[in-house]
Nanobody
Framework: QVQLVESGGGLVQAGGSLMLSCAHS????????MGWFRQGPGKEREFVTAISWNGGIKYYADSVKGRFTISRDNGKNMVYLQMNSLKPEDTAIYYC?????????????????????WGQGTQVTVSS
């Protein structure tokens, strides 16, 4: 069973930065894509960003492009989300997720939905 544990959330002022971390138990990392999703107050959960197993493919939601950066360290079983220039509308619970994705898969639809494993989430609050 895959386990995902997020950390790094907190309260930050608008314009500030936070880095979220996700520790995972995936051993066959060469076949797993990792993603970050978020669910704001009164909103549905939405895709934020995703990364292929080797970091060669990354996708971002338009709302975070240029401000957020996803990365992963397979040697440490970690995935990171660096969030800069935070806005109040970024306030949400942020979830780390994982899914099996065959190598040489490039379709954005594959990386942006239907994840198999989820963490418990970490709260990010951006004050204005």
């Amino acid at each position: 069973q895959v386990q995902l544990v997020e950390s790094g959330g907190g309260l930050v002022q608008a314009g500030g930065s936070l880095m979220l971390s996700c520790a995972h138990s995936i051993r066959t990392f060469r076949t797993y894509a990792m993603g970050w999703f978020r669910q704001g107050p009164g909103k549905e959960r939405e895709f934020v960003t995703a990364i292929s197993w080797n970091g060669g493919i990354k996708y971002y939601a338009d709302s975070v492009k240029g401000r957020f950066t996803i990365s992963r360290d397979n040697g440490k079983n970690m995935v990171y989300l660096q969030m800069n220039s935070l806005k109040p509308e970024d306030t949400a619970i942020y979830y780390c997720a994982a899914k099996y994705v065959p190598s040489n898969t490039y379709s954005s639809g594959t990386y942006t939905q239907m994840y198999d494993y989820w963490g418990q989430g970490t709260q990010v609050t951006v004050s204005s």
